[in-house]
């Protein structure tokens, strides 16, 4: 039987790119031995599922940086990311915004971290990134950096989040943002709940109320309120944060500080 020289040769070419292609479908810990494993590993626009259980945050976070790709991260059960009181959890951070791509995340809950670290959040810090939370819980995560904020959630300059149905719950900042602290950035909150989360200044009562800190901020809708900061000469666009459909609290006053 004779072969054709040109299919043989596609054939070697085709056959290495299809065995190494990445996969569309990574489950923790089945195929994947943890969250950064997966991480690394999922393709764009992949789904990384993660099994019930409680993980623990390695030193300094799992970290997304410069992946070039959107993928999901979903719960297969109860997932708690865990980081004992002395670990932050999360750093999603490009170099550019185009280095990175959307990545939601599903069901997840983010407990217990702790920055120790200035500039960071105690749960997630995006830098230069867009990510979408659904249905997650963030709760008792703390910053302690005397400069910046966001006890949960730490939103910088250039970044998307949003927040569906998500509930924040007894989170704190040393500085400011209790639970989240938004720098020329935009951040959307649909639904959801913020309860008891706070800011400890040193030598202050504890602030109950100080929930969102957003630096430069338009609100766009009714519940928002805006800070009362003003925009310096040369400063940055501002970031935007909106507010929609019902935001439970059980402590009255403005979500926005």
Sequence with gaps: ?????GLAVAALLILPSAAFAAPQLVRVPQDAKDFQTAINTVADGGV??????????????????NERKGFTVRAAGTVVF???????????????????????????????????????????????????????VFENNTATGK??????????EGSD??????????NSSLNRGGAIEAVVSTVTIQGGELTDNRVTCPGTRPRPRAAVFTFWTRPCAPRASASRATRPAGSAAPSMA????????????????
Excluded: H, Q
Excluded at 1 to 5: D, E, H, I, L, S
Excluded at 161 to 170: I, Q
């Design 161 to 170: 989040a949003a927040f569906v149905a998500t509930v924040f719950r007894s």
């Design 82 to 136: 865990d980081g004992g009181g002395a670990n932050l959890l999360l750093r999603y951070e490009n170099g550019l915004r185009s280095r990175g791509k959307l990545v939601t995340f599903e069901g997840i809950t983010f407990r217990n971290g702790a920055s120790l670290t200035e500039g960071y959040a105690g749960g997630v810090t995006l830098s230069a990134a867009e990510a979408r939370f659904v249905g997650c």
């Design 147 to 156: 400069s910046s904020g966001g006890g949960a959630v730490r939103v910088l």
């Design 1 to 5: 039987m004779r072969f054709a020289p």
């Design 242 to 257: 909106t507010a929609a459909g019902p935001i439970r609290s059980r402590r009255r006053g403005p979500w926005c500080r």
């Design 48 to 65: 990384i599922e993660i099994a019930a259980n409680t993980y623990a945050a390695p030193p300094r976070g799992f970290a997304i940086a």
